[in-house]
Structures are given as structure tokens and as C-alpha cells.
């Protein structure tokens, strides 16, 4: 037998190696750099889709006002089709859908804010790093170091990023939500030719849809769900297709990003520059500020560049197969409607906005302060 004396001493190194690979020993520097990034994750999958449970149905009207054919009779003819206004829009849809139109194709985005908020978040406190970086700033330096514009410029990146994502879960989700007013009338007249948004009317002694837009509640019939919609996408034009309507996805969230994040930077900092009982500036807000914060963010973001989203909601939910540009139904909007044309929609879009980026930001910051 050999004497335990004469083996070699433990190697510390090794065994110091093989504790941090077992989880008995945490090196400081993995925590720090590490677990935010991973944080971000999970605390923008809970803060999108709690967002998006709450202002969906504001989103399904704001949709369907924009997606209303130029050529549709105006409101103040006989035909009831045209949607006034959202309360309008909000009446007809209970009236033939029931509450259940109101969350017509939810799967989609709600799988969707998922990813979309997670990317967004992430590249935004990448694009910080990237930022303090450049400038030559301390390592661990909070954002608020930042100025303004610096912030601002973060956003701008991360929504030209997000943008990529979130136009094939938009174009799935605005045609579900529409699908319902682009059902062909059944009888002699739906196989005219005239389209799914152009269906003419048929005897005024039957139920009828005029111009796609239902005045009573159409028979059932079996609508495409996500799945069947995504490959219908697919088998007609390919992954293309999928990006129909990119550039006003785009151009929406680089300058929406880059408000909703600089206003809700911007605002928690009025508040922390504001005086405080002890007459130092303080480092973290209150739930009240970081919700009011959220609340102008969100303004900020939907009313920025809201004929942006307009138009590709337009091209979106249109029935061509192709043709269509990006310029070519802005065109068609301002010769039909105006100015007005572009924000059919802004003002229930600007309302439901609010509580929702709250709640985002709300949840973010205080799930990001329990879990790093």
C-alpha cells in the first residue's frame, strides 16, 4: 500500500476550477454581466403579453378603421357598412361578433409580443453598452448616465431592429382581425369578381355585407386560423410575403422606439431631478412616476408616426396579391381621405395606449429589480 503522505498535495487551482464548474462558487464577474441580459428576457415576456391582454381590443377597432376601403359609401349615406368612428366600429363588432371579435387572432401577437418586447429590450441595453463604450464610460454605469439623445439614439436602433421581427406577426395578426369584414356575400353576387372587400349587395330583403362590411350577422363559416393563414402566406409568395408592409413597419418603430423610450427616460428624470425631502437628487422613481413615465412613453410612440402605421395596416389587410408600394397607398389615402385618412383610428390608438406602455414599463423595471 502507498502512504497517503506521499501523494501529491491537491492541486488549489484545479479544485477551485472544478467548484465553479459544480455551482459551489459563483464568480462575481458572471453575475454582473450575465444575468441582466438573461433577465431581459424573462421579464419582457411577462410585461409584453400583459400589455398586449389589455389593449388588444383597442387594437382589433383601431385596425379595421384603418382597413376600411377608400371607396366604402361615406357615413352619411343610407348604407350602415361604413364604420363612423370607433364607437361605431366597437357597436357593429359586438353587434354580429360578439366580445369574442374584439380578441380575433390574439394568438398570434401574443406569442408574438413575446419575442417582439424581448428583442427590444435587449437591443436597447445593448445599444447603451455599445454607447458607453464608444464614449469611453465607466464599466456598470446605470443608463441614466445617458443623455437624452444618447437614449433616444438607443431606441431608434432597437426598433429598427424589433421592426424585422414584428412584421410577419403583424401581417398575420391584421388579417385575422379583419377576416370577418372581408367574407364574400353568399349568393349570385359573390362570384362576380368584385373581390372580398369589394362584394357587391345583394336584395335588401336578406341579410347583406356591403363592400365586404357587415350590416348583419353573416352565416357561419369556417375562417383560415394562424397556421392555415401562414401558409397560405407562404404558398402564394414565398417568405417575401411576410414582409409585406415592412417599411412602414420600419419607419413606425425606429421613431416610435426612439420616442417611447427617450419620453419615459426623460420624464422619470424630471422627476428624480425634482427636489426631494433630503435636497438630493435621487437615483430610483416611485410606482406613480415610472407608471406616468410608461403612460407618456406610450403616447409618444403611437402618435409620433401613427400614417406610418396606417398605411401598412392599408397594404397589410389589402386583397392584392401585389402592385402595391409603400408610396402608392400613401398616395391613394391622401387623394381619397386627406390628412384625415392617416389617422383614422389615432385617437382610440393614443387612449389604450397609455395604461398599456405603463403596465410594460411598470412590470419591467420592478420584475428587473426582483430577479437581477
Not at 479544485?15 to 454582473?32: C, E, H, M
Not at 406569442?111 to 464610460?137: C, D, H, P, S
Not at 406577426?169 to 362570384?191: D, F, H, R, Y
Not at 406616468?292 to 398605411?311: E, H, K, Q, R
Request: net charge positive; charged share 15%; glycine share 10%.
Amino acid at each position: 500500500m502507498h502512504d497517503s503522505s506521499s501523494q501529491p498535495a491537491k492541486d488549489p487551482a484545479r479544485a477551485a476550477f472544478f467548484d465553479i464548474l459544480n455551482g459551489s462558487v459563483r464568480l462575481p464577474s458572471y453575475k454582473v454581466h450575465v444575468v441582466p441580459y438573461r433577465t431581459l428576457y424573462d421579464v419582457d415576456d411577462l410585461a409584453g403579453s400583459a400589455g398586449k391582454l389589455i389593449e388588444y381590443p383597442f387594437d382589433t377597432i383601431k385596425v379595421r378603421l384603418q382597413s376600411q376601403p377608400h371607396i366604402l359609401p361615406s357615413p352619411s349615406s343610407s348604407s350602415s357598412s361604413h364604420f363612423s368612428g370607433p364607437l361605431d366600429c366597437l357597436r357593429q363588432t359586438l353587434r354580429n361578433e360578439g366580445p369574442t371579435g374584439l380578441y380575433r387572432g390574439l394568438s398570434s401577437p401574443l406569442v408574438g409580443a413575446m419575442a417582439e418586447n424581448a428583442v427590444l429590450f435587449f437591443v436597447y441595453a445593448r445599444a447603451q453598452t455599445m454607447i458607453k463604450t464608444w464614449r469611453g464610460m465607466e464599466e456598470g454605469a446605470e443608463a441614466q448616465e445617458l443623455g437624452i439623445g444618447a437614449l433616444v439614439a438607443a431606441g431608434a436602433v432597437s426598433g429598427a431592429v424589433a421592426s424585422g421581427v414584428l412584421t410577419p406577426i403583424e401581417l398575420v395578426k391584421c388579417k385575422l382581425q379583419v377576416q370577418s369584414l372581408q367574407t364574400p356575400t353568399p349568393g349570385p353576387s359573390s362570384s362576380s369578381g368584385g373581390g372580398a372587400l369589394l362584394s357587391s349587395a345583394s336584395s335588401s330583403s336578406s341579410p347583406t355585407s356591403i363592400a365586404g362590411f357587415h350590416t348583419k350577422a353573416p352565416a357561419p363559416a369556417p375562417a383560415p386560423g394562424p397556421l392555415a393563414l401562414i401558409k397560405e402566406i407562404y404558398r402564394e409568395a414565398g417568405l417575401k410575403g411576410f414582409f409585406r408592409g415592412q417599411t412602414g413597419t420600419f419607419l413606425r418603430e425606429t421613431g416610435g422606439s426612439a420616442a417611447w423610450f427617450g419620453m419615459n427616460e426623460y420624464i422619470k428624470q424630471l422627476f428624480r431631478n425634482s427636489s426631494s425631502p433630503t435636497g438630493t437628487r435621487r437615483t430610483t422613481n416611485t410606482t406613480s412616476e415610472t407608471l406616468i413615465a410608461g403612460a407618456c412613453a406610450g403616447v409618444s410612440y403611437n402618435f409620433s408616426l401613427f400614417p406610418a402605421d396606417t398605411i401598412k395596416s392599408r397594404m397589410q389587410t389589402s386583397t392584392k396579391k401585389e402592385g402595391e408600394t409603400f408610396v402608392g397607398v400613401a398616395r391613394d389615402i391622401w387623394r381619397a381621405s386627406g390628412v384625415r385618412g392617416f389617422y383614422r383610428g389615432c385617437g382610440i390608438t393614443v387612449a389604450r395606449s397609455a395604461p398599456s406602455s405603463a403596465l410594460i414599463f411598470f412590470v419591467y423595471e420592478r420584475l428587473g429589480e426582483v430577479l437581477k
